[in-house]
């Protein structure tokens, strides 16, 4: 008998962890979707030649590595894991570019790409980059403009 309510308890207690797993990444979502309609907050307008430093450096979005683009060419060490970028600002809107960056697991839960915007629903971070996003409102703003200016020939 009490065997038989400690399971009910264990299964209780798994089941309501499955569900608050479940609405926050619901929640992570909906707030990456609400953000990426609009510029984020406190941005001045994109700077392209900022974000196009962003793209490239290693310690900011080093967007390169996966992603090669034609117009970079002198910069060496272009990755192929992601599409090519050439066209980008052509075929996605800046709301579309803007998700891809804050989170790309909303478009493809399996995405290797890093999520630059978000700082919650991460597991186990250091202490340091608790709440931080690996690129700031204003470099997200910075890259969103770069790549509206990648239409392809
Ligand atoms: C570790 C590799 C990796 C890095 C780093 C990376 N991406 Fe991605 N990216 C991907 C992959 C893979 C995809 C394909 C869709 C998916 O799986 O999410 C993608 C998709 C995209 C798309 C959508 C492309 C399309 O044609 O629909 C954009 C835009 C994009 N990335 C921009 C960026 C930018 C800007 C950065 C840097 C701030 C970046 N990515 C960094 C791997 C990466």
């Not at 209780?12 to 499955?18: E, G, I, Q, R």
């Not at 953000?35 to 390169?64: F, M, S």
């Not at 919650?120 to 250091?126: D, Q, S, T």
């Not at 340091?128 to 392809?152: C, F, H, N, P, R």
Request: aromatic residues 6%.
């Amino acid at each position: 008998m009490e065997v038989r309510i400690f399971n009910c308890m264990v299964m209780a207690t798994a089941l309501f962890v499955a569900m608050s797993v479940t609405a926050n990444a619901n929640e992570t979502t909906a707030r990456a979707l609400r953000l990426a309609q609009q510029p984020l907050a406190d941005t001045k307008p994109g700077n392209l030649e900022k974000g196009k430093d962003v793209y490239i450096h290693r310690k900011k979005g080093n967007c390169l590595a996966c992603h090669g683009v034609k117009e970079l060419e002198n910069v060496p060490f272009h990755g192929e894991v992601g599409p090519p970028l050439d066209d980008v600002g052509g075929r996605l809107s800046e709301s579309q570019i803007r998700l891809q960056l804050i989170d790309a697991k909303v478009n493809n839960p399996d995405s290797i790409m890093p999520a630059y915007y978000r700082s919650e629903g991460l597991n186990r971070v250091l202490k340091k980059w608790k709440g931080k996003t690996i690129l700031s409102a204003q470099e997200i703003e910075d890259v969103v403009a770069y790549l509206m200016t990648l239409k392809g020939e």
